[in-house]
């Protein structure tokens, strides 16, 4: 049958012009007044220093509070979702692109106005907390609320919490926002013909080696032109988070990975124990790189062959239906409802996947919260790797759908837990494919994508995560100029590629955009985390059997109220601070290398 290849969201809006999106802004404003107005007691609370003990006054208060925002976070939610899907279609669409801005500044208005209170639960005795928790609106938030405590020393008052947001916009924001203008305005030749940086990141790819090497060299030229500029990114962004680091260090220490593994719910020992057992084993990672080597017969492996395809005379293709039902059948063959569901969008409409000229690139998964429906975006032309990507973002909206009864907050998961349910989803397709391959180039592709990911993930991923800390311990000491920057590059290159590949990327952090993102820093190992961890949930599918599918969901669906360490030991009784764990993933993913290498060149 033929499956809707384009969304259909007119249950929220006819389209953008739509008369109710300006109704919904106004009261959705409205509402924000009146928040900012019941959480002002909270402020005067904060600003007196002096917290009240639990009361009743103050319970009905926060219960007022809370019961606001559980009105007007699905309203603006759900606007947002639904302009930023006009936008993704239509990425000219001018007033879709003057509501994004409406909504964002709804969303910081909500932020602002409720910030108080959750500065003041950090901030309350455990006694308040004792009592706060026997209520019934605060159970979606406590684990918010206690994480939040976890860092109480970390917190500052809430006028500097302000002073640093307000200033941050025009200081370490705008170091991030010129790193993204000079990146669109650079160009590159190939074959005597200059075209903009994004363009020539996919010449990267090429088939022709001698395009992949023009590309790799062209960026290089490009950044290195203007390395001045992209040291002083750097620095300026890593010497605001020294210093916002050191005011928040009054009371305990604030460690730089201490930030870093915040945001991510886990450990500082989960994180050392992943990325020591990946040091230790990183050889699996130079292994997939002599494969890629003997497959593209060649005497040394460049930087420009990282991303190199595989070598095949035809490749397979499917149509979007084909897609729609493969991806179907390998689901429903692990558990037949998360098959039906892959169904259920295409015939609804909630993938997007039509080629058009007018929409965005790349693939993402998002949602509606009111009601909670999942929503896929891609560029569906037939490759198997389309494949692997829808299957990939079918794999994060059935996560979200297994969450739909649960409130919003806790349905928020990390970066480094939203990878487990999508590229657990893609290795069900890969693993059907490589076993029902017909002929060798059809496994040679899936081996081809084994050991890509391996080497960007055991070697790529850690080297930025090295480059990253030696960066922030340089910078404490003062400005870290050019010359500097390529050292540290090229050794952490070294340490973590070894000699597989003979030579390194020594503007890597000028040419990746990564190092210059101004909200968070160590965008990296979560990339890794995610890709090991989903590997360990997903050998216990072989091992339990049965048992795995309903222990699988509860995983899911505790990945928004529980540290990484937490889901782990409750649903699959493993301890990731430990090394045996992420061995136990290698272990799967060296065995990948292995098939990769027994695949017989032609
Ligand atoms: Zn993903």
């Known amino acids: 049958m033929a499956y809707l290849q384009n969304w259909d969201n007119k249950i929220h809006y006819s389209d953008i012009e739509d008369a109710k999106i300006a109704a919904d802004v106004e009261l959705l404003n409205k509402d924000v007044a009146l928040l900012a107005d019941d959480t002002a007691v909270f402020t005067a609370h904060l600003d007196a220093d002096n917290l009240p003990e639990w009361d009743a006054e103050i319970a009905i208060k926060l219960a007022e509070v809370f019961a606001k925002i559980d009105l007007i976070s699905p309203r603006i939610h759900n606007l947002s979702v639904y302009v930023q899907s006009v936008a993704t279609i239509d990425s000219g669409n001018v007033a879709a692109k003057k509501l994004i801005s409406v909504t964002q500044n709804i969303g910081a208005a909500i932020g602002q106005a409720f910030a108080p ?141 201490d930030e870093a593994v915040r945001d991510s719910h886990v450990s500082r020992k989960t994180l050392d124990a992943m990325m020591s057992v990946t040091y230790k084993r990183r050889d699996i990672g130079h292994r997939a790189l002599a494969g890629i080597q003997k497959h593209l017969k060649l005497d040394q492996l460049k930087p420009w062959d990282l991303s190199a395809p595989a070598p095949v005379s035809k490749a397979a293709t499917y149509t979007y239906d084909e897609a729609i039902d493969l991806i179907a059948k390998c689901f429903s063959a692990f558990n037949p409802e998360m098959g039906a569901f892959v169904v259920m969008m295409a015939e609804k409409g909630w993938i997007d996947a039509e080629p058009t000229d007018t929409r965005r690139t790349g693939a993402y998964c998002t949602g509606f919260s009111e009601p909670r429906e999942p929503r896929v975006f891609m560029t569906f032309e037939g490759t198997m790797t389309n494949v692997t990507t829808l299957a990939h973002e079918l794999g994060h909206a059935w996560h979200n759908w297994v969450m739909r009864d649960m409130h919003d907050s806790q349905t928020q998961y990390p970066m480094t837990l939203a990878e487990t349910a999508s590229i657990f989803a893609e290795n069900l397709v890969r693993d059907y494919l490589f076993s029902h391959a017909k002929d060798d180039d059809a496994r040679l592709l899936i081996g081809w994508n084994d050991a890509e990911m391996a080497t960007a993930m055991l070697n790529n991923i850690p080297a930025r995560f090295d480059f990253e800390r030696e960066l922030v311990e340089a910078r404490q000491t003062g400005f870290v100029p050019e010359p500097q920057l390529v050292e540290l590059m090229q050794s952490a290159w070294g340490k973590w590629y070894g000699d597989s590949l003979s030579e390194y990327d020594p503007y890597f952090w000028a040419t990746k955009l990564h190092f210059s993102i101004s909200g968070m820093g160590f965008y990296n190992y979560p990339y890794l985390f995610g890709y090991l961890f989903s590997l360990g949930v997903y050998q216990q599918k072989d091992e339990l059997g049965n048992r795995f599918n309903d222990l699988y969901t509860g995983l899911l669906r505790d990945t928004g109220s529980m540290t990484a360490e937490q889901v782990v030991m409750k649903h699959l009784q493993k301890d990731i601070e430990g090394e045996a764990f992420w061995d136990n993933s290698l272990d799967m993913v060296e065995a990948a290398i292995n098939q990769f290498e027994a695949l017989d060149s032609k």
């Open 117 to 257: 209170v959750m500065v003041f639960l950090t901030r309350v005795s455990d006694g308040f907390i004792d009592e706060l928790y026997k209520t019934e609106f605060i159970e979606p938030f406590k684990f918010k609320i206690d994480y939040g405590r976890k860092y109480k020393d970390q917190l500052l008052s809430v006028e500097q919490e302000n002073l640093l947001t307000a200033m941050a916009q025009n200081g370490l924001q705008t170091w991030g926002n010129l790193y993204n203008e000079l990146s669109a305005s650079l160009t590159a030749e190939v074959n005597g013909q200059t075209y903009g940086l994004a363009k020539i990141y996919n010449m990267q790819s090429d088939t022709d080696r001698s395009i992949r090497e023009q590309a790799w060299r062209g960026t290089q030229q490009a950044w290195s032109g203007r390395a001045e500029t992209a040291a002083a990114i750097v620095n300026s962004i890593n010497g605001w988070r020294i210093e916002e680091r050191k005011k928040r260090s009054v009371i305990t220490e604030y460690h730089y990975l």
